[in-house]
């Protein structure tokens, strides 16, 4: 076999697939909405994250906002720090999160409460460490109207301030518009092929509430990913959108925190026993073997269709341009996280975030 022809085929793959994508990728502009957005933030030891969040919530425009709070278990000054700004602003809530039960992970817990405790029609969860533009809440909810969705959701624009991070973040994006048939787009209503950014979810109340909530999905971890294939289950309609004008966030602080936080999804992705090995082969082959197969014709074609496509979706997701040499890397990290998570499922290592453990599942 050619090895070097394999190569290029499976770079093509992605390349193709990306083009397609970032042409189709819906970019919301201006709007105004009717009804409530209820923004709801689930926090945990925020207290570095939660006051910048909730000024850039209280400057949306366009549609009329509320602003809910679950304060879940923090030990830091998080609670206060809501509690001075709701006594600032009515639109500010804080509520407390009952224990955790044993069958649910904490920030889907917490979503529920937050779901509960909200008066809105639609229901915007957002992380801490993300910082809504103006009019993202009234965009998003338009055009959940317009289009008849019920979930709208978006990668925001990922600040990225240290090496360990560009080569762990930048994925994410990499990932969903190179790989994704339809990158999550509406035309598509196969579960399999749903997708979402748990940092920025817009739901349909009446919807959400139609499907059990977070309640359906209440032991994963990936709780955006697993509402998106079950609202598509229930035959309901959801879409990514290009998150960048929406809002910004800074996910993870150097590279120990970016691993941690990525290996304790991998396990709801590509870390699977069946499914990584073709990953592997997938990711490897398109992005890293063609530089062991140098000088060919065909591995200097898949490296530059590989460094293209990197710069051509760094460029739509408004990514540091410095991250584009790293790629090759990135994806060798990318495998090592996923392998990681598979061998520590293997011998029943939890997964964990922010002092809880959670069983090691079995996923197919």
């Known amino acids: 076999?050619?090895?070097?022809?394999?190569?290029?085929?499976?770079?093509?793959?992605?390349?193709?697939?990306?083009?397609?994508?970032?042409?189709?990728?819906?970019?919301?502009?201006?709007?105004?909405?009717?009804?409530?957005?209820?923004?709801?933030?689930?926090a945990r030891n925020e207290a570095a994250n939660i006051?910048?969040?909730?000024?850039?919530?209280?400057?949306?425009?366009?549609?009329?906002?509320?602003?809910?709070?679950?304060?879940?278990?923090?030990?830091?000054?998080?609670?206060?720090?809501v509690e001075r700004l709701a006594a600032a602003d009515p639109r500010v809530r804080l509520i407390a999160a009952p224990p955790l039960p044993p069958d649910w992970t904490g920030?889907?817990?917490?979503?529920?409460?937050?779901?509960?405790?909200?008066?809105?029609?639609?229901?915007?969860?957002?992380d801490a460490d993300v910082r809504l533009a103006p009019g993202a809440a009234a965009a998003m909810a338009a055009h959940a109207r317009a289009k008849d969705l019920a979930m709208v959701s978006g990668v925001p624009r990922q600040v990225i301030g240290s090496l360990g991070e560009a080569l762990t973040v930048p994925g994410i994006n990499f990932l969903l518009l190179g790989y994704l048939p339809g990158g999550g787009r509406a035309e598509s209503r196969r579960a399999d092929l749903a997708a979402a950014c748990g940092q920025l979810v817009l739901c349909n109340r009446?919807?959400?509430?139609?499907?059990?909530?977070?309640?359906?999905v209440r032991g994963v971890l990936h709780d955006g990913l697993?509402?998106?294939?079950?609202?598509?289950?229930?035959g309901h309609r959801t879409e990514v959108v290009d998150g960048a004008p929406l809002a910004t966030c800074r996910m993870y602080r150097g590279f120990r925190e970016s691993w941690a936080g990525f290996l304790k999804n991998a396990r709801e992705g590509m870390a699977t026993p069946l499914g990584l090995p073709v990953w592997t082969v997938m990711l490897g082959g398109a992005h890293l073997?063609?530089?062991?197969?140098?000088?060919?014709?065909?591995?200097?074609?898949?490296?530059?269709?590989?460094?293209?496509?990197?710069?051509?979706?760094?460029?739509?997701?408004?990514e540091p341009w410095w991250t584009v040499p790293l790629h090759p890397f990135g994806m060798l990290v990318a495998l090592a996280i996923?392998?990681?998570?598979?061998?520590?499922?293997a011998v029943g290592k939890p997964a964990g975030w922010k002092g809880r453990a959670y069983p090691a599942t079995r996923a197919a």
Not at 111 to 124: N, S
Request: charged share 15%; net charge neutral.
């Open 226 to 234: 697993a509402l998106a294939r079950r609202f598509r289950a229930e």
């Open 338 to 345: 996923q392998w990681w998570a598979l061998a520590r499922w």
């Open 1 to 42: 076999m050619d090895w070097t022809w394999l190569c290029l085929g499976l770079a093509a793959l992605p390349a193709a697939l990306g083009v397609h994508n970032l042409w189709r990728l819906p970019s919301l502009q201006g709007e105004t909405a009717d009804g409530l957005v209820s923004v709801l933030i689930p």
């Open 107 to 126: 920030k889907v817990h917490a979503c529920a409460r937050l779901a509960e405790a909200a008066r809105g029609d639609w229901l915007l969860f957002i």
């Open 51 to 81: 006051e910048a969040c909730l000024h850039a919530v209280l400057a949306s425009r366009g549609v009329a906002v509320e602003v809910v709070v679950i304060d879940d278990g923090s030990t830091d000054g998080t609670a206060g720090i």
């Open 289 to 318: 073997w063609p530089w062991a197969l140098l000088p060919s014709a065909q591995a200097f074609l898949s490296i530059a269709l590989m460094l293209a496509l990197r710069a051509a979706i760094t460029l739509r997701v408004r």
């Open 206 to 216: 009446r919807a959400y509430e139609a499907i059990g909530g977070h309640g359906a």
